[in-house]
């Protein structure tokens, strides 16, 4: 009676055993279902930043230059670039050519104080497209404003030619 009784409770409990690990197995599936669905979530909303990266003013349309910079282009640039992006400031960077005779009309859209500095350039400039330049020409214009830690805009241009001037223009927002 004892061997049957002891048999009798060796298969209940491999019985309670057994529910106990079908349990967990199925707990630990549910789990993993939820984490391998909240993972796709996340790199479904990862994926949708990708946009944020990317430049928001790109050269073939120019007026989303404008907009984000907050100025007008002269009616006969030519040999536009741009880029833009940011996420806490940002940041909006142009270079173009121009008549000289256009850029009284440029430097009207803008915040920057005429007359522009000449040959003068400070000990750090902000403009990506001037700083990567191999040789930085010896003829040029500079100007800048500053409004608090909100707004900045700089401005330079390459006047070695006279005819065809080459504008710098960065805009720091933010």
Known sequence: ????????????????????FLICITTLGILMIFACGFIFFLAQSIEGLGNSFSNSCEPEYPHSFEALARVDLPPNYD???????????????????????????????????????????????????FNTLENQPDNHLYGFYLNGADWLEEILVDVSDDEMWIVYFTVLAG
């Open 1 to 20: 009676m004892k061997k049957k009784k002891n048999s009798e409770q060796s298969l209940s409990s491999y019985l309670s055993y057994k529910k106990i």
């Open 79 to 129: 040999n536009f670039d741009s880029v833009c992006g940011g996420m806490q400031g940002w940041v909006a960077e142009a270079t173009f050519t121009i008549d000289p005779n256009d850029l009284d009309l440029f430097l009207a859209t803008t915040s920057i104080a005429q007359p522009l500095s000449k040959n003068f350039l400070p000990d750090s400039i902000y403009s990506f497209y």
